[in-house]
């Protein structure tokens, strides 16, 4: 990876999800509920292995719904620090058109309130229209997340 991401290549999502940020990181690092939201609604994930410390790796498959290939992709967790910042890489398998081009993916998790401000980064991307089919990829996830959130506020809470 370069020293410095050129800035066209650079994807930024900002979110305030309504959850303590302390729910939200868990959410990012127990496989279990990880895998429940990643995924755009129409590849969501069938598949999630993590082990969520520095140097560790994780490994996630998502499977388009109306049929296909199955789309793998993974990383090594450069820094993790609850409930604050995760940093990590991000390279697709062999099946996706840019896989092996490795990316630098970095959430900052801030409190605001009794909600968590999400601020997101992908560093990398071989070109503008991956980082705008991450884009589309990402928001879609995000917008699982809250689903997520919202159904365990209806059940209590309970993760």
Known sequence: MDATADADTVLEITRVFDAPRELIFRLWTDPQHFGKWIGPRHHPAVHVEMDV???GAWRACLRPVAGGVDLWQGGQYR????PERL???FAWD???PAHGHETLVTVIFAEDGN???MSFRQEFLPSI???DGHRGGWSSSFDRLDDLLRAMRVRGGQA
């Open 53 to 55: 410390r520095p140097g």
């Open 79 to 82: 820094e993790v620090v609850a």
């Open 87 to 89: 940093v990590y890489t």
């Open 94 to 96: 062999k099946e996706h």
């Open 115 to 117: 909600r968590t401000k």
């Open 129 to 131: 229209a991956e980082r």
